[in-house]
């Protein structure tokens, strides 16, 4: 296993150079480096603690099979699991929940399998759009949800990581863009129509920002609509989400109920807070031992 110090070391690093240089951008690489590429912002290291601190917990000699979720902190989940070694990762197989973890898996030499091989996976850690108090979450921001759900229910544990921003009480307070709700194509104008009957009268259907007119196309060739709904809806996402799931043509709706085992987020003070399924809330400081926390 990696030495906790790898840890430590880019945690006093980054507070130290924060500090100092409010706008100094930390390269985790080789911090000594500076112009080598990628940097460190406070929320980047927040999800680096989170996801590092979750692979040492839950990724472990005897997990095989192991799930790679989506999003801007899975990476440094890669990254941690290939911190763990070749002798652990030699016998594991890799299983991503889109094109992103598919690339990410490829490049750090690990070996890729897909869920129609391994339908029971030991572990997936993925990221999210936001969490609530009883870890339900919003995810889908990058229209990865389908796969996603397929790989978290396939999961004997399902891990979220996240930085404090992800941290909420009701869903909806922070990830103001609505609920994604993968569609297929052909029925996305009917779908939206039901939604905003149903209690989303801003729904709407995501289009592309750069370089291709027109909706964005999942890794499943769908349609997404985002679909916001007010607190009263989003303080029972599970009510929500077998109402919108009923829908003619839907294909799978980001909201994640009762799935996590637990969510690690990194803190802007460089620790990290874990929520449980059972309600206890952990504060982690990195800079402890294990066996000191
Ligand atoms: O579809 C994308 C996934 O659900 C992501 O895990 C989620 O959007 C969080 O992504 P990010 O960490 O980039 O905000």
Redesign the pocket.
Known sequence: MPSPALLNLDREYVLAIHSAFPDFEHNPVNPNVKAVAPVLSTVEAAKRFAAFTAVDRHVLQQHKIIGI?????VPYVVERIVAQGEDLNRDRVFIPTGFQSKELIVKANLRLGDVDQYPTIDVTI????EVDHDLNCI???????LR?KVLAEAAETWVIV?DYRKNSQVLGTTYKAGVPIEVAPFAYAKLLQNLHRLGSPGAVLRMAQTSKAGPIVTDNGNFVIDAPFDEEWMKEPHDLLTKIKMLTGVVEV?LFCGMAEAAYFGTADGNVTIKWRDGRVEKVDVDKPASKQ
């Open positions: 979720g989506s999003g801007s902190t993925d990221g999210a759009d995810k889908g921001g990058g229209a990865c949800h996603e996240a980001g």
